[in-house]
Nanobody
């Protein structure tokens, strides 16, 4: 059973930084793709970033490109989302997701496993 547990959310001022963590367990994730999504109040869940666990291919939403960085610590089975230069419009619940395979996809329906989410609030 795949389990994903996010942490690291919180309240930060605009221009600040946060690092989200997603601890993955229950499988060997060598051939998994890990995605980050977010959902603001009243809006649909949207793609933020994705990377393949084995190959390191990464893609970002245009809205976060140059500010967010996704990475993996294989020894800890943990995926990170480093968020810099945060803006109030980044305020949302952030979710980690996983899908088997090596093809990186941005659509949330492609992901089989989801974490519980962590709240990020950016004040102006």
């Amino acid at each position: 059973q795949v389990q994903l547990v996010e942490s690291g959310g919180g309240l930060v001022q605009a221009g600040g930084s946060l690092r989200l963590s997603c601890a993955a367990s229950g499988r060997t994730f060598s051939y998994y793709v890990m995605g980050w999504f977010r959902q603001a109040p009243g809006k649909e869940r949207e793609f933020v970033a994705v990377l393949s666990w084995s190959g390191g291919n990464t893609y970002y939403a245009d809205s976060v490109k140059g500010r967010f960085t996704v990475s993996i610590d294989n020894a800890k089975n943990t995926v990170y989302l480093q968020m810099n230069s945060l803006k109030p419009e980044d305020t949302a619940v952030y979710y980690c997701a996983a899908r088997s395979g090596t093809v990186v996809l941005r659509n949330r329906s492609a992901y089989d496993y989801w974490g519980q989410g962590t709240q990020v609030t950016v004040s102006s």
